[in-house]
């Protein structure tokens, strides 16, 4: 039994964790895989599309610690730091890769920055300075693509940590989005306008909106599907094809 249950999905991988405690369980969408009882507590876990995850604890004697296990459950690498709060970690598809949010402090305020590693190696590959920005979601849509849904905005990285392209919109107009592993990143947005009070906004890599829909009505969810977007209105619901 889990106290505060978690779940985090991709594709056909699913992985539960007890969030605050030490149980995580592995399933596809038939059976579980492989339960187990860590020896530190969850902070949080992120399963990508080829069955490997990320576990995020609160490591005894450090800050945090993130431990990447393959698609076999084995560890493939562990990082623990007394410098940095780390808040999630995703792994790239092929594993090469993994970014990890990282907060502290500086004169009072909050700092954000990523940490991207080269699994094989030990020292981060590159660093992403976010400064005040908030992190909701972040996922690798490709191999050297990383995605992110902030409060400002949503922003595409590439494999050395370069920004490659970004969507803003105004802090506090994000109402809810979705965004999963190995798939685009939607937004729902409050515009200020009476007659189309809401914005629906998919963002690629290259900096395109494949999809730009707005809408008299509240968004209250979003859920995307290959290259569908439902959209959950306060009045009726709208199913979006990408690219129409």
């Not at 008299?216 to 290259?227: E, I, M, Q, Y």
Request: a neutral charge.
């Amino acid at each position: 039994k889990y106290a505060n249950p978690a779940l985090s999905v991709a594709s056909d991988n699913m992985l539960a964790y007890d969030r605050g405690g030490k149980k995580l369980c592995f399933t596809n969408r038939y059976t579980s895989l492989w339960e187990t009882s860590l020896s530190s507590d969850i902070i949080s876990a992120n399963v990508n599309t080829a069955g490997a995850f990320c576990v995020v604890t609160d490591e005894q004697g450090y800050r945090a610690a993130v431990t990447l296990y393959d698609m076999h459950q084995k560890r493939r690498f562990k990082w623990k730091t007394s410098e940095y709060y780390i808040m999630q970690a995703a792994a790239a598809p092929d594993l090469k890769q993994m970014a990890v949010l990282c907060m502290s402090q500086k004169d009072g305020s909050r700092v954000s920055a990523i940490r991207v590693f080269d699994t094989s190696k030990e020292d981060p590959k590159a660093d992403i300075p976010l400064g005040s920005l908030t992190v909701y979601s972040m996922e690798y849509y490709k191999n050297d693509s990383l995605a992110l849904v902030t409060d400002q905005g949503i922003f595409f990285y590439d494999g050395a940590g370069q920004l490659r392209s970004s969507f803003a919109y105004p802090r506090g107009s994000l109402v809810t989005f979705s965004h999963k592993a190995g798939m685009l990143p939607t937004v729902a947005l409050e515009t200020g306008d009476r007659e189309n009070r809401s914005r629906v906004v998919t963002a690629d890599e290259k900096g395109s909106l494949l999809l730009d829909r707005q809408y008299p009505a509240a968004v209250r969810s979003l859920s995307t599907s290959g290259d569908k977007v439902a959209v959950l209105l306060s009045d009726s619901v709208v199913c979006e094809t990408l690219g129409d």
